[in-house]
């Protein structure tokens, strides 16, 4: 059966090339544009071969030249929306590719699974050409929302990606001699909830995760996210909560983007700070450092913060440290964010008060493309990657490409 499959496939391909050179080279074509400006010369019967789901097809179509100003069109170009000699349709099925694999493995997996013959480098350029106008969709709004949302998530956090020599040229980083290897990519998960459980707990919308991400400045970012929450309904929640790690950019960027949410410190992090607070001000193999870290996780988990804080003051005072303890440093974070830490009230809320999604992100939307064994990018290369991955994970991928080419234009035309 398979190879009889295989045999109708290539029959059908063959008759679709045939079916389609028929309709772009009919003489009655209306081409938007197929007449001359003033000005411009035509040349009529210009031969080009366009690559198509179903192969290479051959058109001939006029060009328009304008010598004052040294330019040329193909009507039959633009009105097609070819992407150099490349099909949209086709553009569209080997970004997909190469937005959830590598180039070389996104070329073996079209040849296998769609039959079409494209190779790594060609993928790749085809990728770099129409990242940009793809980046631009995911900006956009795809129709105008009225409905209420009852709560809406912000999360952020950032995640290193490694690149080449020359990005890294003078750039500080983590290694021993200072030097860097890597370059931060900021990202932002925005979703919704709209009930709880049984048991009270929390439940995500499902597929209502959608992602903004760049190599920006914290400010440029945050003026991202704040935009995508926007167009997620911002000014439409009842309830607006932003959850992050320590990092100081990160609550700027909340401070000034999300000035009406509830911020949230996420648990995890405080809890693996006051872990190794213990082990400091107990000793890494004491008892004591898990019987203490035992009960202050359930005090923290409590809204007793403030008893914590205390009491880490009172354990660090007996042990007369001198001024530049840094436990002193361990013991401050938590003074600093203590408003941010009062999870049994966001648990009788029925709020979430992890930042798994958006630390999952950075995994499953970056991780798993960017971060590849050997592999090692310029801003742009990655840049490009990172908008087919925010699509791609955002659901989103349909809805964006349906608008940048313009895919429902028959259903439109049968419908009318």
Not at 157 to 175: C, F, I, N, S, W
Not at 237 to 265: C, T
Not at 294 to 322: C, F, S
Not at 362 to 386: D, H, N, P
Request: with cysteine; net charge neutral; glycine share 10%.
């Amino acid at each position: 059966m398979e190879a009889v499959e295989l045999g109708l496939r290539a029959a059908l391909f063959k008759d679709g090339r045939n079916l389609l050179e028929k309709l772009y080279s009919q003489p009655g074509l209306n081409v938007p544009g197929n007449a001359s400006q003033p000005g411009e010369k035509c040349h009529a019967e210009r031969a080009k071969d366009i690559h198509t789901l179903f192969g290479p097809i051959a058109v001939c179509r006029n060009y328009f030249y304008q010598p004052s100003t040294h330019t040329g069109r193909f009507a039959l170009d633009q009105a097609l929306g070819l992407v150099h000699s490349f099909s949209p349709a086709l553009v569209r099925l080997a970004a997909r590719s190469a937005a959830k694999e590598g180039y070389e493995s996104a070329s073996d997996d079209l040849l296998a699974q769609a039959g079409v013959s494209l190779d790594g480098r060609q993928i790749q350029r085809l990728v770099n050409l129409v990242a940009p106008a793809l980046a631009t969709q995911l900006e956009g709004v795809s129709r105008p929302e009225t409905d209420p949302v009852p709560i809406l998530y912000a999360e952020v956090d950032g995640t290193g990606v490694p690149m080449v020599d020359e990005e890294l040229a003078g750039r500080p980083g983590k290694q021993e001699d200072g030097s860097a290897k890597t370059r931060e990519v900021k990202l932002g998960a925005i979703f919704t909830q709209t009930k709880t459980d049984e048991e009270g707990l929390p439940m995500r919308d499902h597929a209502s995760t959608t992602y903004v991400g760049s190599f920006e400045s914290a400010p440029d970012f945050g003026s991202r996210i704040r935009a995508e929450g926007l167009r997620r309904g911002l000014g439409r929640a009842a309830k607006v909560v932003f959850i992050g790690d320590g990092a100081p950019w990160i609550w700027e960027l909340a401070r000034v983007n999300f000035p009406a949410a509830i911020l949230i410190l996420d648990l995890y992090h405080a809890l693996e700070r006051l872990h190794t607070l213990c082990a400091g001000l107990y000793g890494a193999d004491n008892p004591w450092a898990a019987r203490m870290a035992h009960t202050w996780t359930a005090m923290l988990k409590n809204d007793q913060i403030g008893e914590v804080i205390a009491a880490l003051r009172r354990r660090r005072h007996d042990l007369d440290p001198p001024p530049d303890d840094p436990l002193e440093k361990q013991i401050a974070y938590f003074e600093r964010f203590q408003d941010k830490m009062l999870y049994k009230t966001y648990r009788d809320q029925g709020l979430f008060y992890g930042s798994g999604v958006v630390e999952g992100g950075c995994k499953s939307v970056i991780g798993q493309r960017l971060k590849e064994s050997g592999m090692f990018w310029t801003q742009a290369g990655a840049t490009s990657v990172l908008h087919l991955r925010l699509a791609l994970k955002g659901n989103r991928w349909d809805e964006c490409w349906n608008r940048l080419h313009h895919s429902d234009y028959l259903k439109i035309k049968l419908a009318a």
